[in-house]
C-alpha cells in the first residue's frame, strides 16, 4: 500500500456543518469504508490548510474514490498528495533488471597450476 496525505480546506457548507457538529471530521470518517484504502490519521492544522489527513490506499484509485466520499461527507476541499520515502530520493530509481548487464558465466579453460604465462 502507499501512502497519501490529503490537504483539507473547509467549504461554506463544510463551515457551516462544522459550525453545528464540532466532532463532524471524526464523526463522518470514522464509518467511511473505501475498499483498498483506510485513514491513518487526521490533524486540524493552522496555516493555508484546515486538515491533514493521512491515508495509505493500493492505488490512486482508491484513493480518489477516499477523496470524493471524504469531501462530499464532511465538506472539505481536498488536495491529495502522493508520498515518497525520503530514503528512496537519496538511492535514485529502483535499478532496471534491463540495464544490468549479464554475467555470461565463462569458465576459464586453464587451472592455476598451467595459467597464461606457462607456455
Not at 495509505?56 to 462530499?72: H, I, K, W
Amino acid at each position: 500500500m502507499s501512502l497519501y496525505f490529503l490537504l483539507g480546506s473547509l467549504t461554506h457548507d463544510g463551515q457551516r456543518m462544522l459550525h453545528g457538529n464540532k466532532n463532524l471530521i471524526g464523526d463522518r470518517t470514522r464509518d467511511l469504508k473505501v475498499p483498498g484504502a483506510e485513514i491513518l490519521g487526521q490533524y486540524a492544522v493552522l496555516g493555508r490548510y484546515d486538515f491533514v489527513i493521512m491515508a495509505e490506499a493500493d492505488d490512486n484509485d482508491a484513493v480518489a474514490r477516499l477523496s470524493l466520499e471524504l469531501g462530499m461527507m464532511t465538506g472539505l476541499h481536498l488536495e491529495t498528495l502522493p508520498a515518497i520515502p525520503i530514503g528512496f530520493m537519496g538511492d535514485g530509481p529502483p535499478k532496471d533488471p534491463f540495464d544490468e548487464a549479464e554475467s555470461v558465466g565463462l569458465t576459464p579453460d586453464f587451472t592455476s597450476e598451467s595459467g597464461p604465462g606457462d607456455e
